[in-house]
C-alpha cells in the first residue's frame, strides 16, 4: 500500500508467507571421513570411538561411508587397526561390530608440508568413490584435524591443492578444526585468515566439543522453556555463578603440548567462556544458529553505537585470580624443568548490564584434583527475612538455593531446596530435587559430545 498524488494505491499480494532461506540439498554421494593426526591420542581416545559409536547407531552405513587415517607414522592398516580396537571394545560394544568398523578404515602415511602423501590420499579417496559407484559431483568429504593448531594452514594448504573434490551435484568438502585456535587474539586472527584464504565458511567448522555435551545441549531448552526461571534468571535473585572443571589426573605424558597453553587457553578461555555465554545470554529470536551466536557475542561485546563497542565483561581485577600448579607437574619430562605454566585457575568475571550488574561468576579449572566433575552452579541470594533460620536442624542459618547442572561424570541436574524435617517437631533441612539421567533415562544412550558434532558437521548443522 503506498500514496500518490493524494490517493492510496492497494497492491494485491499473492501470499504472506516469506520463502525458505535454506535449500537441503540430497546427499547422495559416497562419504569419505578423514582424520589428520591418526595415530595420536585425540584421534585413538575420542575421533575414533565417535566414529565407531555413530557406525553402531546406523548414522553411518557401511555401503557409502570409507575412513581414512593419515599420520607422518610408517604403519599399516593393520596397525593403526590394532592400535584403536582396544579404545571401541568397551561397554556393550560387540566384537563382530568392532572388526566390521574396522575393515572400514584404510591408513595412508605422509608428511603434512609436501604434496606426495597427500596426492596418495586422494588417490586412495578416489578409488573409494570409484567402487561405490558415486557421481562426480555428489561425493562427500569431511577432513578431521586431530592435530596441533601450529600444523593447520600448512595441511589445510595441501588438502586444498590435492585432495578437493568437485561439489555441483550435492557433494562437499568440509574442513573441520578443533580448539585452541590459537594462544592469542593475534594468533587466532593470523590462523583464522590463513584458512579463510582457502576455503568459503560454510566448508569451515571450528568446533568446540564442550558444546556438544548432553547437559550443554540442554542449557537453552532449560533457561526459555521453563515459565518459573524466567523472572528469577537475574541479579535480583541470582547471588554468583559457578562454572567448575576439575580433573583427577595429570598431563599423562601431554605435559609437552599442555605446557604450550596453561590451563587458562585450554579450558577457561573456550570451553568455560562458552558456557558462560550461554547461561548469562539473552533470548535469542529464533534457534537458527546466527541468532544464538549474537546473542552468545552480545555477553562480550555490545554495539553501543554504529562506530562504537563496549565490552560488559569488565577487566579483571588481579586480586580476583589464583593460579597454581600441581606437585609433580615438571617431572613430567615433556615439560620443562622451570615451567611457571599454571594448572590451576580460578578467575572472577563480571558483566556490566542490566541483568547480571553485580554478581560474580567464578570459573574454575585444575589438573590433578581429588575429584573429576565439571558443573554449573547458580546459588540464590538468602531469603531476606527468613523466618525459619532458628529451626534448622544444623543448628545454623540453612544453606541457600542452589541449582546445579552436572556435566560430567553422571550428567544431572537438582535444586537444593530448605524443606521441614518430617516429624512432629519443627525443623528444616535442605534436601534436593534431583534428576539424574542415569536413573530417568535408564533406555537411552546418551552420545559422546564428538559423536555430536561430527554427526552435525556431516549434515551441516552449525552448534551452539
Not at 89 to 109: D, N, R, T
Amino acid at each position: 500500500m503506498g500514496s500518490g498524488g493524494g490517493q492510496w494505491i492497494v497492491e494485491k499480494r499473492s501470499s504472506f508467507r516469506s520463502e525458505p532461506l535454506e535449500v537441503n540439498v540430497s546427499e547422495t554421494g559416497c562419504l569419505s571421513i578423514v582424520v589428520l593426526g591418526a595415530s595420536g591420542d585425540l584421534a585413538k581416545k575420542k575421533t575414533f570411538p565417535a566414529l565407531f559409536n555413530l557406525y553402531r547407531q546406523g548414522f553411518l552405513q557401511s555401503n557409502e561411508v570409507h575412513i581414512f587415517g593419515y599420520a607422518r607414522t610408517k604403519i599399516s592398516d593393520d596397525d593403526l587397526r590394532n592400535r584403536i580396537r582396544s579404545y571401541l571394545e568397551k561397554g556393550s560394544a560387540k566384537s563382530e561390530e568392532v572388526s566390521e568398523f574396522l575393515q572400514l578404515i584404510k591408513y595412508v602415511s605422509g608428511s603434512y608440508d609436501t604434496e606426495g602423501g597427500f596426492r596418495m590420499l586422494d588417490k586412495e579417496i578416489s578409488l573409494h568413490e570409484e567402487f561405490r559407484n558415486s557421481t562426480e559431483g555428489s561425493s562427500r568429504r569431511l577432513f578431521y584435524l586431530a592435530l596441533p593448531p601450529s600444523v593447520y594452514p600448512v595441511v589445510c594448504r595441501m588438502i586444498k591443492l590435492c585432495c578437493m573434490n568437485k561439489s555441483h551435484l550435492g557433494g562437499w568438502t568440509r574442513i573441520v578444526v578443533e580448539k585452541p585456535f590459537g594462544k592469542d587474539l593475534d594468533s587466532a586472527e593470523k590462523l583464522s585468515n590463513q584458512i579463510g584464504e582457502l576455503f568459503e565458511e560454510p566448508q569451515l567448522y571450528r568446533i568446540d566439543h564442550y558444546l556438544g555435551k548432553e547437559l550443554v545441549q540442554n542449557l537453552l531448552v532449560l533457561r526459555f522453556a521453563n515459565r518459573f526461571f524466567l523472572p528469577l534468571w537475574n541479579r535480583d535473585n541470582i547471588d554468583n555463578v559457578q562454572i567448575v572443571f576439575r580433573e583427577d589426573f595429570g598431563t599423562e605424558g601431554r605435559g609437552g603440548y599442555f605446557d604450550e597453553y596453561g590451563i587458562i587457553r585450554d579450558i577457561i578461555q573456550n570451553h568455560l567462556l562458552q558456557v558462560l555465554c550461554l547461561v548469562a545470554m539473552e533470548k535469542p529470536v529464533s534457534l537458527k544458529p546466527e541468532h544464538i551466536r549474537d546473542e552468545k557475542v552480545k555477553v562480550r561485546v555490545s554495539n553501543t553505537s554504529l562506530t562504537h563497542f563496549s565490552f560488559p565483561v569488565m577487566p579483571i581485577k588481579d586480586e580476583e585470580v589464583v593460579l597454581g600448579q600441581y606437585n609433580g607437574y615438571r617431572d613430567d619430562p615433556t615439560v620443562p624443568d622451570h615451567s611457571n605454566t599454571p594448572t590451576f585457575a580460578t578467575v572472577v568475571l563480571r558483566i556490566h548490564n542490566e541483568r547480571w550488574e553485580g554478581v560474580p561468576f567464578i570459573l574454575k579449572a585444575g589438573k590433578a584434583l581429588n575429584s573429576r566433575k565439571a558443573e554449573i552452579r547458580i546459588q540464590f541470594k538468602d531469603v531476606p527475612g527468613d523466618i525459619f533460620r532458628l529451626f534448622s536442624c544444623l543448628g545454623k542459618n540453612q544453606g541457600r538455593n542452589e541449582f546445579v547442572i552436572r556435566l560430567q561424570p553422571s550428567e544431572a541436574m537438582y535444586m537444593k531446596l530448605t524443606v521441614k524435617q518430617p516429624g512432629l517437631e519443627m525443623s528444616t533441612v535442605q534436601s534436593e530435587l534431583d534428576l539424574s539421567y542415569g536413573q530417568r533415562y535408564q533406555q537411552v544412550t546418551i552420545p559422546e559430545a564428538y559423536e555430536r558434532l561430527i554427526l552435525d558437521t556431516n549434515y551441516g548443522r552449525l552448534q551452539i
